[in-house]
């Protein structure tokens, strides 16, 4: 998390406000901007934290590989 930190994401993941949050987390996906931090997607339905970070990851990969696709467009 720190190296993704340093790059200038940022993933909060927490429960999902239930009777049993356990069963349920969510993840949004933060990019630092220019005066704050902005959500650039958030999804919930993971079972458990490291399924969301995980997704959160490939997200940002993904997002960071079509930006340098339309910048040698």
């Not at 079972?47 to 997002?63: A, L, M, R």
């Amino acid at each position: 998390m720190e190296q993704l930190y340093e790059k200038g994401w940022w993933l909060h993941v927490c429960p999902l406000a239930r009777t049993a949050p356990q069963e349920e987390w969510i993840v949004a996906v933060l990019r630092k901007g220019k005066a704050s931090w902005i959500t650039e997607t958030i999804k919930s339905g993971f079972n458990n934290p490291h399924s969301g970070i995980k997704w959160g990851k490939q997200w940002i990969d993904t997002y960071n590989l079509q930006q340098l696709i339309k910048k040698k467009l």
